[in-house]
């Protein structure tokens, strides 16, 4: 939930290799799953505030040093590795550490909307205005990139400062780390409904990251889309508006229609993704199928949050969401793997059907959790089963 992330090792004068490229995304990601259960314990601890500011600082530190690396010709590539796991680690923190304060900021009966305007402004800072502006820096040179990152990662803890009176103090987190990061896993497998969801992100996680993985093959010439480059960004750039969209509607769209229906249109979001592609649809079907889904993945993120922070006590809220999101986010690696492995045995298209196969399976399991749950209307409490 970041509007920058470090550049990577080839903004320098050379090239970096494939495999220092994948270093730098992996180190991005480790942090999830193994460090994302402690992250909810810190959270659930140290003062909100006072986490996002660290947090922060720790990122300005790191791309800073990147930057005068740059500037110097010192080593960029270690010092990329360094900043992308340092910006992992940061990511887990802020992450879990703005679901948990949104409760505290916020009247609950504003909680879709607070949600709403978070997931936009991550939406229009990660995949509408980011890459353009970062595309542009790094022309300009490698150093104006990591030194406006630098910058923004500074404002944003300036701007933590902000919550510092607005947030009341919390019960702290038990000493004992084991019991840190199990009551968390606890509550979460005990609450049927907020499993149940974390389970169905987990499994359309696996069709997301098999899509991601060869949609790209499918998209860019020579495939089927027979898209430029530029024509596939300006693809993902109209899913990314459709979710912008979407979260901008959201709590409106949920007074109207409900939850548990709001949640299903996302399971057949994730439908849309990649079915059309897996019966060699036309590329208008397949852009069309692309916004919905990049409409329903926001719908879903905003209106699970509001579940969680409703149904979560308040000093559990950074261990369980952290505990949920390092399930769900477990799936990605998994997805990705075993669509390469098909589309290396069986092509592409088996892929996509494969993605599709079990994006329908996860529609139709989400049919009973909506109907034991009965998922109210935002201004109504989530059970606890």
């Known amino acids: 939930m970041d509007s920058c992330s470090p550049p990577s090792p080839s903004s320098h004068s050379g090239q970096a290799s494939p495999g220092e490229i994948a270093l730098v995304t992996t180190l991005m990601t480790l942090a999830w799953p193994v460090f994302g259960l402690h992250a909810g314990w810190i959270v659930d601890r140290i003062p909100v505030p006072r986490l996002l500011v660290l947090a922060n600082l720790g ?8 930057a005068v690396g740059i500037a110097l010709d010192g080593p960029v590539v270690p010092l990329v590795l360094a900043a992308a796991l340092v910006y992992g680690v940061a990511e887990t923190l802020v992450d879990t550490s703005l679901i948990a304060v949104i409760p505290a ?32 820096l790094v022309g300009v040179s490698a150093v104006a990139a990591a030194a406006t990152g630098s910058g923004l990662y500074a404002l944003a803890a300036l701007a933590a400062l902000v919550l510092v009176r607005r947030v009341p103090a919390r019960v702290r987190a ?18 049927p409904l907020q499993r149940d969801l974390t389970l169905l992100t987990a499994a359309m996680n696996l069709v997301w990251s098999a899509w991601a993985a060869v949609f790209v093959v499918h998209a860019v010439t020579p495939g089927p889309l027979a898209l430029t480059p530029a024509g596939y960004g300006w693809l993902l750039t109209a899913m990314a508006a459709g979710g912008v969209a979407a979260s901008l509607v959201t709590s409106a769209l949920q007074q109207r229609f409900g939850t548990g229906a709001l949640l299903f249109v996302d399971c057949l979001g994730t439908v849309a993704l990649v079915l059309p592609s897996a019966l060699g649809a036309d590329l208008w ?9 990049g409409a329903g993945s926001s719908v879903w993120r ?25 399930i769900g986010w477990g799936a990605l690696p998994l997805g990705s793997a075993l669509a390469g492995l098909v ?32 998922l109210p209307l935002s201004t109504e409490p989530v059970r606890h089963g």
């Open 59 to 66: 990122r300005v530190a790191a791309v800073a040093t990147l």
């Open 105 to 136: 900021v916020v009247r609950p009966s504003s909680l879709t909307a607070a949600n709403a305007r978070m997931e936009a402004t991550v939406n229009v800072a990660n995949q509408l205005a980011g890459p353009p502006l970062a595309g542009l």
């Open 174 to 191: 038990p000493e004992a780390p084991r019991a840190r990061v199990r009551e968390g896993l606890a509550f979460l497998w005990r609450h």
């Open 285 to 293: 079907v397949v852009a069309a199928g692309l916004v919905i889904a």
């Open 302 to 326: 905003i209106l699970v949050a509001v579940i969680r922070q409703r149904a979560t006590p308040p000093e559990l809220l950074g261990r369980v969401y952290a505990a949920s999101r390092v």
């Open 343 to 374: 589309a290396t045995l069986a092509g592409v298209g088996a892929a996509l059907t494969a993605a599709s196969v079990v994006a329908v399976m996860a529609a139709v399991a989400f049919v009973p959790v909506w109907r034991r749950s009965r």
